[in-house]
Every structure is written in C-alpha cells, then in structure tokens.
C-alpha cells in the first residue's frame, strides 16, 4: 500500500463502501437525492482513485424525494462471481416516521448493466451483505421503530438471504443493539470470529466505529472493550471531523484496511460547518494480539497523512491545484462531473445539438420542487473553490431566469441569477434563500451573453459578471457560505456543497437559456 493523504474521495461522497476483486478496488458512495445514484469509484493502490460512473441511472427516478432523502448507504460486494449492490431509498422521514425500501441488484460487471431490483423489505436502512465461507448469504441493517415511545434505533438485525428464490427468508435476529445509536453494520468471518462493524454515535460530531464479535454467526456478540476503534469527536480542532461509517477491505498481501467517511470544517465565529459534506478517507488497520481492530500506529484518530508499511506518509495524489474545463461539445451531459436533482434531465431540457458548444437549458420549475427543477451541479471539493461559466440568456419577466448557484438544499441556496422586471429591465440579483427568502438590490447588466462567477473562501461567497470579453466587476456584498452546509440549522442535514447552473421558467413557456463554458477550478489548503 502508497502513501495516501486523506480525503481519498473529496467533497461530498458519504457512507463508503469497499470491495477488492483481484487487483480492483471499488467504493461506492452514497448520493441521496441526486442522479446518477451511487457513484462509483476505482483504484488499483489505494491511494489514486477516480470515479468510473454510477449503478444507478438509466430511468432511476427520485422525483417526490424529500432532501437528505433518497438512497442511503449501498453496500457493495462480491460473490458467486457477481457484484452485489445493496441500497435504500429513503422516500419520507417526518418525525418519528420513515418510509424506507430496501433493494438488492447484481451485475457480472461493476460497470454493469445491472440486474432488474429486488426489494428486501423495509425494515429498516443500512443493509449490507454477509456471504458466509459456508455459502449461505446473509443481510445485516438497521431495524426501525416508529412508536415514539421506543428507541427509533432498535437494533442491528439479520436476516437470511435467498438468491434462488430472490427474496429474504423472513425470520430475523437481533445481533446487536445499546442505548446510543448504532447503525452502518458490516460483519465479516476472519479466523473463528465473526466481527460485526458498527458506526456508532451518530453520523455528527459524535460519530465513530466500534466493533462487536462473537463465535457464532447469531452471537451473542461482545462488544470491544475499547470505546470507539475510530473517532474524532474528543478533538473537535483535529482535521477530520466526524470520522465514523466504515467498511473492511484485505489487500492481496493481507494487510487490512479501513475506508469511513470524515468531513473538513469550515469555521465561522468559532463554530464548524461541514460545508463540503461527507467525504471518504482510509486508514491502516491491524487485529491486536486479543483478536481487536486497531489502527496501526495506535491511538483512534482518524489520520490525514497514512505512510504504507514502513514509509512516512508523503502528499498524496492530491495536488494543491485542480481544474476542469466544460465546453458542452459530447453528445450527452457528463454525468461523472455534473448531477441533477432527482432525477436526469430530458434532452429536451438539456439539449446539447440545439447550439453546438452551448447547453441549450430550458427552464424549469422554483428552487422549492421536489419535481423538475432545471439544473445541474457539481461537488465542491476544497474550501476554496470558483465556477465560471458563460450565461446567454434574454428573460422577459421575473418568472424567468437563470445564473450561477451555490446549492446545499431546497432550504439553502445562494443564487446569482439574470433576470427581467418592468423597473430595471435585464439585471442581476443575488437571490439567497435560509429557510425564507431574500433578494439583493439589482445591478443592470447590458444585453448579451454574460460570464458569471461564484468564488467559495470558507465560510464566505462572493459573486462578479463580466461581458463575453469583458473585465470582471465584483457584485456587492459577501454571502453566507456557512449556512450552506450539515450543520446549519434545526434539521437533519446529511448531504453537501454543489455549484451549478440553474435556469427557472415559472410560465412554463418553454424559456431557455444557453450556457457555454464552465470552468470550475480548486485549491487544496496548506497540507497540515
């Protein structure tokens, strides 16, 4: 194993899941409301890793989707020369109530096609696959109680899985469960333990991972006496916050390695916020000469610099400086650098032949639809960030428009948007919303193609325009980045940062706008 800096996967790529076959290593991640689901990623050394696509995307529609809802935590794995993907789709979450389904599909190849899904009930979240070494499979997950009376965690369960017949066997078991919130299980059979690997703590500044075991599938499990085998939250300054979420892998030589999720915060009047979400990161680990999980090194901290066997970690295959450049010239949208929300784009929407080297976005509905919004994002990886993009766009009423936009949810965004209203004619507003709305004074622009930009520094935003081949004039004002972000406000939040390009048609007229270039530019901070 190379040495590796930590996040391995950076900006929002949550609740990773490892699989080796061969000399491949695959994680998927998860993507909650966002199209394509469950992005895929591939390395051979563990330290360079790029995303090869998603499992889920032809026709995976998430319309109706509440945020933070949609699918949660796949579990990838391998067997019977199949890959198996396990996922939940979280489709309502009120209070104490969830409407969650459960699906299994398999491919010969990770880059599929993809089988048609199997539903596995709807239990709970977090499943995973266990296939014994005696060739029977098994599911383990999050069982959920809805009675406000009970705990909502009511423990890890397992159940039998039968491939033959494509269903579950209906009778489970209950491996695991204590007072604190217990989620994200693993099991797996190394020596004569099965070991189950729990997150634990919560999946906020208290999150962490635990180990129970036991010498029989259905235990009873002792859990390991240590606290947490990995966890940051007794050092709220270290770099890797909420380190927790975590899966097993073996590389061919037999070391051990554990991937988990962390998030970088961002601090603004001394407090942290996860703008850039949850991220995926890996540490060495070894069993101890009791048969527990530990990093190797000591200590339970989650590492950003992790040197391979008998080397001091080195700077990664991050560099400090990262660009891409969109010029809209394919056929088809790129779906590795751009997301939708809920569901894809249909060409008539995202029409890339209507002006070569022009994204030709028709409008759609308001920022608050659970439905057909017309946009597309892209994951904020570092806490300094910018997007430019080229904007032709000739509203003709405030029903219409469309500009760069910093997007955490329906509740939460920062949109530099042109526009039209009888006052001013064409202008530019910066419209934010924070659970209500809030429009800054316009600024008339002349007619044209514009270039707009969005500049992330922290916890800050800021905003300019310039013509097609014009200077840049800064628009006024400083803009919460921060609020943009896991941890701002009242409700579960578990998502992260996107830039993008939106275009609103409220009249449903049709009204589009052509977006040319975006460049979209990162700069790593200061290795620590």
């Known amino acids: 194993m190379p040495d590796l800096r930590n996040p391995i996967l950076r900006g929002f790529n949550p609740d990773p899941s490892i699989l080796r076959v061969g000399s491949d290593y695959y994680i998927a991640t998860s993507t909650f409301e966002y199209h394509p689901a469950v992005r895929l990623h591939h390395s051979t050394d563990l330290a360079h890793w790029s995303t090869i696509g998603h499992a889920l995307e032809d026709g ?132 004569d333990w099965y070991y189950l690997l729990i997150a634990a703590g919560g999946t906020g500044w208290n999150h962490g991972i635990t180990l129970a075991r036991s010498r029989a599938l259905r235990g009873p499990y002792e859990r390991d006496p240590r606290e947490a085998v990995l966890t940051t939250r007794d050092a709220p300054g270290h770099p890797l916050q909420k380190a927790g979420h975590g899966e097993l892998v073996q590389t061919p030589a037999g070391d051990w390695v554990l ?164 006052e001013n004619g064409r202008h530019l507003r910066v419209v934010q919303r924070d659970g209500v709305s809030i429009r800054s004074a316009p600024t008339v622009v002349p007619g044209g193609p514009l270039r707009l930009r969005v500049a992330l520094a922290g916890p800050r935003l800021t905003f300019a325009w310039a013509e097609q081949t014009g200077e840049w004039h800064e628009v006024p004002g400083i803009f919460p980045a921060w609020t943009l972000s896991d941890d701002h406000g009242p409700r579960l939040r578990f998502t992260g940062l996107f830039l993008g390009v939106r275009a609103d048609d409220l009249d449903g007229r049709g009204w589009r706008a052509d977006i040319g270039r975006a460049r979209v530019r990162f700069v790593e901070a200061a290795h620590r």
């Open 60 to 191: 995976f529609d998430l319309r109706g989707i509440p945020d933070s809802g949609g699918v949660w935590a796949p579990s990838l794995s391998y067997a019977d020369g199949l890959f198996w993907l396990a996922y939940s789709v979280v489709r309502t979450m009120d209070g104490d109530d969830k409407d969650i389904d459960n699906y299994l599909v398999t491919a010969s190849s990770v880059m599929g096609p993809w089988s048609e899904p199997v539903h596995l009930g709807s239990r709970g979240f977090d499943f995973s696959f266990f296939h014994d070494p005696d060739g029977t499979h098994w599911i383990v997950g999050v069982q959920w109680d809805h009675r406000p009376e009970h705990p909502s965690f009511s423990g890890l369960v397992l159940e039998q899985y039968l491939p033959d017949e494509e269903r579950t066997a209906g009778e489970t078991t209950v491996l695991y469960r204590e007072e604190g919130l217990v989620e994200g299980p693993n099991l797996y059979r190394i020596g």
């Open 259 to 422: 991937v988990h999720l962390a998030s970088r915060p961002t601090l603004h009047l001394g407090e942290r916020y996860s703008t850039l979400g949850r991220e995926t990161c890996l540490q060495r680990v070894e069993f101890d000469d009791a048969g527990w999980l530990r990093l190797v090194g000591g200590g339970h901290r989650a590492q950003v610099a992790v040197g391979g066997e008998g080397a001091e970690a080195g700077n990664g295959s991050a560099p400090a400086r990262r660009e891409w450049v969109d010029d809209f010239d394919g056929p088809v949208l790129d779906s590795v650098r751009w997301s939708t929300l809920r569901a894809p784009l249909p060409p008539a929407v995202a029409d890339l032949s209507r002006r070569p080297g022009w994204l030709a976005l028709r409008g759609g509905h308001s920022p608050a639809s659970v439905f057909d919004q017309s946009m597309i994002l892209t994951r904020v990886e570092e806490h300094e960030a910018e997007m430019e993009v080229l904007i032709d766009a000739d509203p003709r009423s405030p029903r219409e428009a469309a500009g760069v936009i910093a997007w955490y949810d329906r509740a939460g965004w920062i949109w530099l948007q042109i526009t039209h209203d009888p």
